[in-house]
């Protein structure tokens, strides 16, 4: 493995708009780390995206600290650097507020935010070295809701002002954006024993003003361009990827 590879960590990546990040990554010839707790997940997608000997799987729950530093760790004695860090890695628990535990709330906010402030603590050292640069996965919901989802609303919101807070604290040496994907539809994305073909109607296409539900790969090109020199003058932000969804007003 030459140490000139460029290196991705990316969290939640055995499934989902994670793995399809991990899968676009591959195609640029950068060398993935993805991070999961889902080991079983984590090793198919090691089957059936690592055969180059590109892409390496370690088990990691973001939300314990010591396993956070011993996926760095382990990620720079294997490939010698970090270039860029997804923090990607998201659980929902929907419960109606007075029945949703203090524990429960705790659990969403351990993984879906203090999982990207640990992430970033310990890959931030690396990541100066090499210039990379951290991107943030929140949600539409960081900015409206449904019902009963005020632990996974909180902690989105949460990334999107942490991820403020880490472009001021990080750069110019490390940039931090954000992404945050409305409707996607990561079914395709799924491990095998779970994995479901999509059933959309033409009602949940139309719902969005650019005509359709999202795709992973929406998200996963728009990281890529984040992480590019290209997107040298980005930080800071948080760019909306939902097809104009949240832009609409609703009338009934």
Same mark, same amino acid.
């Given at each position: 493995? @030459?140490?000139? &590879?460029? %290196?991705? /960590?990316?969290?939640?990546?055995?499934?989902? %708009?994670? !793995?399809?990040?991990?899968?676009?990554?591959? !195609? !640029?010839?950068?060398?993935?780390?993805?991070?999961? &707790?889902?080991?079983?997940?984590?090793?198919?997608?090691?089957?059936?995206?690592?055969? @180059?000997?590109?892409?390496?799987?370690?088990? &990691?729950?973001? @939300?314990?600290?010591?396993?956070?530093? !011993?996926? /760095?760790?382990?990620? /720079?004695?294997?490939?010698?650097? %970090?270039?860029?860090?997804?923090?990607?890695?998201g659980i929902s628990i929907s419960k109606p507020l007075e029945s949703l535990s203090l524990e429960e709330w705790n659990r969403v906010l351990g993984v879906n935010l203090s999982g990207a402030f640990l992430c970033a603590k310990h890959a931030a050292p690396h990541l100066r070295k090499q210039g990379g640069s951290i991107i943030n996965i929140a949600s539409t919901r960081a900015f409206m809701s449904e019902a009963d989802t005020e632990a996974y609303s909180a902690s989105k919101g949460g990334i999107a002002a942490l991820t403020h807070a880490l472009a001021i604290s990080l750069g110019p040496a490390i940039r931090v954006n954000c992404i945050s994907p409305g409707w996607i539809e990561t079914g395709p994305w799924q491990k095998s024993s779970r994995a479901s073909a999509e059933t959309l109607s033409e009602e949940d296409h139309l719902q969005h003003p650019a005509g359709r539900v999202g795709k992973a790969e929406d998200i996963s090109s728009l990281v890529l361009y984040l992480v590019s020199p290209e997107a040298s003058f980005l930080t800071g932000s948080n760019i909306i990827a939902d097809g104009g969804m949240t832009r609409k007003m609703i009338y009934s």
């Open positions: 493995m @030459s140490h000139n &590879t460029k %290196i991705a /960590v990316i969290t939640g990546g055995a499934q989902g %708009i994670g !793995k399809a990040t991990a899968l676009a990554f591959l !195609k !640029k010839e950068w060398t993935v780390v993805i991070a999961d &707790t889902d080991r079983e997940a984590g090793e198919e997608t090691a089957c059936e995206l690592g055969t @180059s000997g590109m892409l390496k799987f370690i088990q &990691t729950d973001v @939300s314990n600290e010591e396993q956070v530093a !011993k996926l /760095v760790k382990q990620t /720079v004695h294997r490939f010698g650097r %970090i270039d860029a860090l997804i923090n990607n890695a």
